[in-house]
């Protein structure tokens, strides 16, 4: 049994919503899961799977919740050496280069602190997929194989 960490940032409410379905599918496969809003580095630190969901704010922005753990990250730049990591980002693709920025800047950072990227990010595109469960329910059974 594996224990995914969950780092949210929402702006109106649908990445945390989604980060919730998503910890129900991940115990109902049999592991554990729970929800940061939006945690600490220690939550970062001691996990053994991360998982981010964040929606896009402002010109490719994070939301101010998860942008106070990604900028305490920065600073402290705590090595994550191989913690695997998966990431599901929403974005609306009319903003062209911002779609999806806050999860392409997560990526980045994680990537920085070594840790292990287990599966290719989830761009959700807002423009095809209004409600973001079905795509990232999908690419939630390819998360939990490589668990």
């Known amino acids: 049994m594996t224990q995914v960490s969950i780092f949210v940032g929402s702006v109106y409410g649908g990445a945390e919503e989604l980060a919730f ?25 001691n ?7 964040t929606s896009t704010t402002g010109a490719g922005d994070i939301p101010a919740e998860l942008e106070a753990l ?18 599901i980002t929403l974005g609306d693709s009319s ?3 911002t ?3 806050a999860g392409k800047k997560i990526d980045v950072l994680l990537q920085e602190l070594q840790a292990k990227p287990c599966i290719d990010k989830l761009e959700v595109d807002a423009c095809e997929d209004f409600e973001p469960d079905k795509p990232a329910l999908i690419w939630l059974e390819c998360f939990l194989k490589t668990l």
């Open 21 to 45: 379905t998503l910890a129900e599918e991940i115990k109902s496969n049999n592991h554990q899961a729970q929800v940061f809003l939006p945690g600490t580095v220690n939550d970062v630190k």
């Open 47 to 53: 996990a053994t799977h991360l998982l981010f969901v």
């Open 70 to 87: 990604y900028l305490e990250l920065t600073n402290q730049f705590p090595l994550l050496t191989d913690i695997p990591y998966g990431i």
């Open 95 to 97: 903003y062209d280069d």
């Open 99 to 101: 779609f999806c920025g």
